[in-house]
Nanobody, 115 residues
Framework: QVQLVESGGGLVQPGGSLRLSCAAS????????MGWYRQAPGKQRELVAT???????NYADSVKGRFTISRDNVKNTVYLQMNSLKPEDTAVYYC?????????WGQGTQVTVSS
């Protein structure tokens, strides 16, 4: 059974940093496009960042220069380093694994940016 398990969320002050992790199991991790999405209350889920098997990355304009996605194909883990956090980054962050018609989601981790 495919599992994506996120960790690293929490409460942080504006300007602070957090690092999210997502550990994958039961997939050939190195072949999947891995991504992070987020959903704020009352809003649709939106793309934050993706990383391809080859390491190419893509970011939402709202996080460019502040967030960095990376992957470790030995540990089957994808990371999201979030710096200079803003209150508008508050959301549930979801890990995603995608390959052709296969599409898997984690359970989500809450990130709250507030003073």
């Amino acid at each position: 059974q495919v599992q994506l398990v996120e960790s690293g969320g929490g409460l942080v002050q504006p300007g602070g940093s957090l690092r999210l992790s997502c550990a994958a199991s039961a997939i050939i991790f190195r072949t999947y496009v891995m991504g992070w999405y987020r959903q704020a209350p009352g809003k649709q889920r939106e793309l934050v960042a993706t990383v391809t098997p080859g390491g190419s990355t893509n970011y939402a304009d709202s996080v460019k220069g502040r967030f960095t996605i990376s992957r470790d194909n030995v540990k089957n883990t994808v990371y999201l380093q979030m710096n200079s956090l803003k209150p508008e980054d508050t959301a549930v962050y979801y890990c995603n694994a995608a390959l052709l018609s296969a599409n898997y989601w984690g359970q989500g981790t809450q990130v709250t940016v507030s003073s």
